[in-house]
């Protein structure tokens, strides 16, 4: 049975960081990544990595701030967030998939929260 299941979120101070873990299961996935939604907007991409390799790739707007990691070991991704912004505000998704489908595989996210 494939399960992903996210945590780390909460409220945190602009300039803050939060990490976000998503333990992943079931499936000998390709790659994870994680993707955001805010209130009244779409979902969007964040970050990805290779499970194999550990290439990684950004949106635009966190690189520099977020870094996505991996620990096989654990079967488990990592989002470290730096330098928070009240736009970084939003419910983050952990999604994974197999070779290269899209994303199917989708956790039941976690709300991150970011005060002025």
């Known amino acids: 049975q494939v399960q992903l299941v996210e945590s780390g979120g909460g409220l945190v101070q602009a300039g803050g960081s939060l990490r976000l873990s998503c333990a992943a299961s079931?499936?000998?996935?390709?790659?994870v990544g994680w993707f955001r939604q805010a209130p009244g907007k779409e979902r969007e991409f964040v970050a990805a990595i290779l499970l194999s390799g550990g290439s990684t790739s950004y949106v635009d707007s966190v690189k520099g701030r977020f870094t996505i990691s991996r620990d096989n070991a654990k079967n488990t991704v990592y989002l470290q967030m730096n330098s928070l912004k009240p736009e970084d505000t939003a419910v983050y998704y952990c999604?994974?998939?197999?070779?290269?489908?899209?994303?199917?595989?989708w956790g039941q996210g976690t709300q991150v929260t970011v005060s002025s």
């Open positions: 079931g499936r000998a996935f390709s790659s």
């Open positions: 999604a994974a998939r197999l070779a290269l489908a899209p994303f199917n595989y």
